[in-house]
């Protein structure tokens, strides 16, 4: 069957650390997956888009890397602030070249000052 | 940009109810989504509509969901009759072709049915 996995429900890192969050997926063939954050009582907020061709993406203090062959990605944020606890939801295309996307269940960040 | 809108915010009803629900996408964008949250299955796809047509709502859990895109602005999700398991975060997301597959969402609407 189809599933997109996001490993940790909640993790917890010391300010100034890197996290690292992890989505894998089976039985996919997406185009690209995305991240997205999520506060509390807010919709999901794009972060990142990484296509299939693609190895990393960067933006600010986030990266974010694909591995088609191990079928999955990783989040990493660097240098961590308390600002950056949140949900983080991977995503992906389950349809090439439809706009739809499966998310996965997100992992609950907190970033301990 | 306003971004997408959603209303109502917050909506308590009795079980047996109709809810509708409302939605304003960013304009310009030609794709809609309407999204369930629940702490138990997480984000749902429940239907998408392009150029204002559905294209998938294999989500729709059963013949009490529906939903509606009459024009490029506006779209509703309405349960006829209403259950308590109705109960999540509604949201509403919205994309075009020139956002490359990245969604846009609204706040959400929280329902709870009594």
């Known amino acids: 069957s189809q599933k997109i996995e996001q490993n940790s429900e909640a993790l917890n890192i010391q300010e100034g650390k890197t996290a690292t969050l992890t989505c894998n997926y089976t039985?996919?063939?997406?185009?690209?997956l995305q991240w997205y954050r999520q506060d509390p009582g807010r919709g999901p907020v794009f972060l990142l888009l990484?296509?299939?061709?693609?190895k990393e993406k960067r933006k600010e203090r986030l990266k974010v890397t694909f591995d088609t062959t191990l079928k999955q990605s990783l989040f990493h944020i660097t240098a961590s602030q308390p600002a950056d606890s949140a949900t983080y939801l991977c995503?992906?295309?389950?349809?090439?070249?439809?706009?739809?996307?499966?998310f996965g269940q997100g992992t609950r960040l907190t970033i301990n000052p | 940009d306003a971004g997408v809108i959603q209303s109502p915010r917050h909506e308590v009803t009795e079980m047996g109810q109709e809810v509708t629900l409302r939605c304003k996408p960013i304009?310009?964008?030609?794709?809609l989504f309407w999204y369930r949250q629940t702490m138990m299955r997480g984000l749902e796809l429940l239907i998408y509509?392009?150029?204002?047509?559905?294209?998938?709502d294999s989500g729709m859990p059963e013949d009490r969901f529906s939903a509606k895109m009459p024009n490029a602005s506006f779209s509703t999700l309405k349960i006829q009759p209403s259950e308590p398991r109705d109960s999540a975060v509604y949201f509403c997301?919205?994309?075009?072709?020139?956002?490359?597959?990245?969604?846009?969402f609204g706040p959400g609407t929280r329902l709870l049915v009594l």
């Open positions: 997301a919205s994309s075009s072709s020139g956002t490359g597959g990245t969604q846009y």
């Open positions: 039985n996919y063939s997406p185009a690209y």
């Open positions: 990484i296509r299939e061709n693609e």
């Open positions: 995503a992906l295309d389950p349809d090439q070249g439809a706009q739809k996307l499966v």
């Open positions: 304009s310009g964008h030609n794709s």
């Open positions: 509509f392009n150029n204002n047509v559905p294209i998938d």
